[in-house]
């Protein structure tokens, strides 16, 4: 699988030039499919608008609104209870899988049951544009700081798809987001190497190779 880990969206040129290159043709061209499934478990976002407002592509965070060629929503708390042959070929010839935040380990517990996480390794030439959680989700661990929901197992583990965490919403002091002195103090209580990364940076990551995408601020942190 070819990952696109961002903040906060396709928000740039560059971010969505990389997209465009994982993708190898057109956002015109590309099939797409939506994944809400992390905003229903953080009490700061929850069901309703703000799902409504992803899946409408009116979040103010660029992902559904590129002009894709077709999008459809994959909804994982409902794929438990379906047969898989209703979504897993739907699945394989999607180009994209867009994931948006909210609550990561909710995300992850919803991957685990749905058998998606299952299905990940054999989506060699799928496309994942992370939005926050949605990237939060691939990496090892995530910190204290960023969980707001547990599973009933106390699981707090993520995927490990990377090795590196992240943490998102990188902002200067005083602004909306997670100021660099937070980051730090994040990245001090967690055991893999780390980035901060704002809303005009994402991390592409193809057969291991890591390359940060900025037109804004980002640091590894370790």
């Not at 794929?79 to 070929?89: A, K, Q």
């Not at 704002?198 to 942190?221: F, N, P």
């Amino acid at each position: 699988m070819k990952l696109l880990l961002t903040s906060g969206g396709v928000t740039n040129t560059s971010i969505r030039e990389a997209l465009v290159e994982l993708l190898g043709k057109p956002i015109s061209d590309a099939d797409a499919l939506c994944i809400p499934t992390a905003q229903y478990g953080h009490p700061s976002v929850g069901p309703g608008e703000r799902a409504w407002q992803f899946i409408s592509g009116k979040s103010g965070n660029p992902m559904v609104d590129l002009g894709w060629k077709s999008m459809g929503v994959l909804e994982l708390t409902a794929l438990p209870s379906i047969d898989e042959e209703h979504w897993i070929p739907l699945v394989r010839k999607t180009d994209v899988l867009l994931v948006a935040g909210g609550d990561v380990l909710y995300l992850c517990h919803w991957m685990r049951q749905s058998g998606l996480a299952d299905l990940l390794p054999s989506l060699t030439e799928t496309v994942w544009v992370g939005l926050s959680a949605g990237s939060m989700v691939m990496t090892p661990e995530v910190g204290e700081d960023f969980i707001q929901w547990r599973p009933a197992t106390g699981d707090d583990s993520t995927l490990g798809l990377v090795d590196f965490s992240i943490c998102p919403h990188l902002a200067p002091d005083g602004l909306p987001g997670n100021s660099m002195a937070e980051a730090e103090q994040w990245a001090a209580s967690i055991s893999a190497p780390a980035y901060a990364i704002d809303d005009q940076t994402a991390i592409k990551v193809v057969d291991g190779a890591v390359e940060v995408v900025s037109e804004g601020h980002w640091k590894r942190l370790t």
